[in-house]
């Protein structure tokens, strides 16, 4: 007896509305469809999407389907017909694959409509309806007869698809994702030439459009251009911010170094031919007011919440998550946190990573969340961060005049500020086509240090043993708390913490680069102290959230007091939680905000009241033995302060205060810190 393969309805489901994370990626998908069938023009539109049951109407001016087409190819699963055509008949390269994004974005409802009106058949619709309810009663997805209509239309051509009865609703979080996605989808970098625009009918994406159009982008410090050729050999330039090059690199300087010492020609990049442009930016006011700018700086930080990050291309439409919030897929963050020197952030540049790639070396993962992790993909990325080393390293050799004395032009020599510093002091520059002015950022550093709008320029000064006793001590008390027995574990259980992991913890907190006073993001040392604890809380049922400011908070200390403020506090909320005896959810909330010109750090739990412990006890410092952490912690913590605020000894409330009760009912502690460079 022969037979063959089927498939039961909940293929749908795995296939479907579990493929996709979020609904703006089914929505985008659908969009994509559009620029395949050659469309010039996308609207998508939602009708009372705010709660489910809502409606979704994607609808495009493009070629539109056949029955023919609509029965052997949207209606066939993992099999697409565009890899076999890979250019539309205006010459653009198909970016579709085996239609799985597009089951899981028609799943989005309960019913689909899709009616399409091809070019090659004037005067003619086809309409097909899904109702998914009808595979709720078969054993096989094969058992459903679906039926392809056709009238007579006088439209013109194009397709249209419908999604009724949306399962999840698009709430205003996932309409500001959808608004930007859509907008960021076919390019914002003025140079773009799709032929191929897409909106969204919603305020979300006129507010968004808005952001995104004001263009900051010759405003920029540095700009990086990097190239891969078909033969696989890299290419550099760096420009300044007068859009004069400083610097070129040739595929042995941008290759990357191994542990052999720099690749040697023929090794060369394994990756599709690309193109990869970097904007670097001083966020600081003098840097415009230099320039005559006539924009304002206020309006630049902003603009990169939106746009900034590095954004991938492929085949002329941007891909998920690459740029998106978050998503740091060359560790420039990481870079910047281990050399901060002359390294961009995400929160700094804007790039674009530019791909062709017409022999499909790049393979989208199931999901859609960017491509999967093969050969080509590790050697395009290797290729983009390998070519911001580049840059690094050329900065920090002009800066500090590695090559021979080659000194500025007569150009760079006339160049004066206002502010009775007279000329500025030559420094070699790279290359011979680097005649025109110094980076900007050099020049600055030159002159004088960068401004800062709340406080004076000096950082505090502090003697590195002290620093080393603060992290040392600190993980001390912080490996006290957690061998405590916890109410509901017994000291077998694996609430406790290994002597192992608090040695990796020490040797973490005692970096030399964590050892260092300097200007630090307070959202980022945040989000890493706070990672290094969760695991931590979660082993004894303690959640941990975070809420931080919407732009950079630049404050003057040491990573390593910075986390020895985080975790003191934690193991002081720890010990009040077990004092408590576990009464309800535990939970820490952590908030980052900005007020009267000081930097606000808030520490609270949710069981009021602290044990054994009073508010003037713990304000002074208490260092009884039953207090444990929360004395000798709490003394750390307002040591740190004290050095970070840069008085000894510390006025009383400006710096570090204890609240009974706080925005979580429990105790509060609250730090103010001086602000750095950014407004309150």
Known sequence: MSTHLRFAPEILIRLGEELIPHPDLGVIELVRNAYDADAKRCIVRLHNATQPGGTLVVEDDGDGMTAEDIREGFLLIGKSTKPGSPETGSNRRRIGEKGLGRLAALRLGRRVELVSRPRGEPGVEHTLVIDWSDYDSVRSVEEVELTVLSKPTRRPPGTSVTVHRLRQSFDNEQMERLARAVRLLTGFFNDEDTGFTVSLIAPHFDRVSDAVNRSFFDEFEYKLEAHIDEQGFASAVLYDWRGQVITRGEHIDVAPESAGGRLQSPLRYQAPPASFELWMFLLNKRSFDLRDSSRRYTDLRPWLRVVGGVHLFHRGLRVHPYGDPGFDWLDLNLLRARSPELRPSTNTSIGRVVVDDSDGLLV?????????????????????????????????????????????????????????????????????????????????????????????LSLPTVPRERLLYRALATVGMLATEFAREWPGHSNESDGLVGSAEFAELAANATRSDKLQVEVADLNEVTINALGTLRALLERRGVSIEKHLWGEPVYVAGSVSDMEAIFFNLTASLMSVFRAGGMSGDPAISVRIRVDGGRAVIEFSNSIPGIADVGI??????????????????????????????????????????VHATGESGGVSFRIRLPLRGVSA
């Open 364 to 456: 989208p993962k199931t999901d859609r969340m960017g491509f999967q992790e093969n050969a080509a993909f590790i050697e395009l990325r290797q290729f983009a961060r390998s070519a911001t080393d580049w840059a690094a390293r050329e900065r920090k050799r002009i800066r500090d005049g590695e090559e021979t004395g080659r000194y500025p032009s007569v150009r760079q020599r006339e160049l004066k500020l206002d502010r009775g510093h007279g000329e500025i002091p030559g420094k070699p520059i790279g290359g011979e086509e680097a005649a025109g002015m110094l980076p900007l950022a050099d020049l600055l550093a030159q002159v004088s240090k960068p401004e800062i709008e709340h406080d004076d």
């Open 616 to 657: 003037v006890e713990i304000q002074l410092g208490s260092t009884s033995e039953d207090s444990g952490p929360v004395g000798h912690g709490l003394m750390i913590v307002k040591d740190a302060v004290s050095d970070m605020c840069g008085m000894r000894p510390m006025i009383r409330g400006d710096g570090f205060s």
